[in-house]
């Protein structure tokens, strides 16, 4: 019989944390999907751009576009890139709380606010339901404070 499973070892013990077949796939799914939205725009303006940009913005498109290669080497290793889907959880969250709501008590949202708005908390929502929280526990904050 096929094994449902996957594994892989928690680095602090090295017990075996088990991940469901259909969670890794899922996981590609979500990091196929933020390769395909951010590669062609942001590789497309670093191949071909239409005018100079000034330092902030090249740096913002450089990063979104390295940061869907993370997405498509995510495809191939799920487990091992989950730190790119907490980056874009933690970035989310943090543009919300940094960006969103003080423009929101200002009084100063705009559509481009507002949309954005929707995609992050549509990031999110799809990051919690997807990240697998055990192996993020196990690998990243069970032994965080101990010296080895």
Same mark, same amino acid.
Request: a positive charge; proline letters at 4%; aromatic letters at 18%.
């Given at each position: 019989?096929?094994?449902? +499973? ?13 991940? =469901? @077949? ?7 799914? !979500? #990091? ?12 497309? %303006?670093?191949? #071909? =751009? ?16 390295? +940061?869907?290669?993370?997405?498509? +080497?995510?495809?191939? #290793? =799920? $487990?091992? #890139?989950? =730190?790119?889907? &907490? $980056?874009?959880? &933690? ?9 969103? !709501?003080?423009? @929101? @008590?200002?009084?100063? &949202? ?6 954005? $708005? ?9 990051? !919690? &339901? %997807? ?9 990243? +904050?069970?032994?965080?404070?101990? !010296?080895?």
């Amino acid at each position: 019989m096929k094994e449902n +499973f996957a594994t892989t070892t928690d680095s602090a013990s090295d017990n075996y944390v088990r991940v =469901p @077949k259909w969670r890794l796939h899922v996981m590609r799914g !979500l #990091f196929f999907l933020n390769f395909i939205s951010l590669a062609f725009d942001n590789w497309s %303006i670093i191949f #071909f =751009p239409e005018e100079q940009m000034d330092t902030l913005a090249g740096v913002t498109i450089s990063f979104w576009a390295a +940061f869907s290669l993370l997405n498509l +080497f995510g495809i191939r #290793f =799920p $487990l091992k #890139f989950i =730190p790119i889907l &907490l $980056l874009q959880l &933690l970035y989310k969250l943090a543009w919300i709380i940094g960006t969103y !709501l003080p423009a @929101k @008590k200002a009084g100063m &949202l705009d559509e481009d606010l507002n949309s954005f $708005l929707w995609v992050c908390i549509a990031g999110i929502i799809l990051n !919690l &339901l %997807i990240i697998p929280w055990r192996i993020v526990y196990s690998e990243y +904050f069970k032994n965080f404070l101990k !010296l080895r």
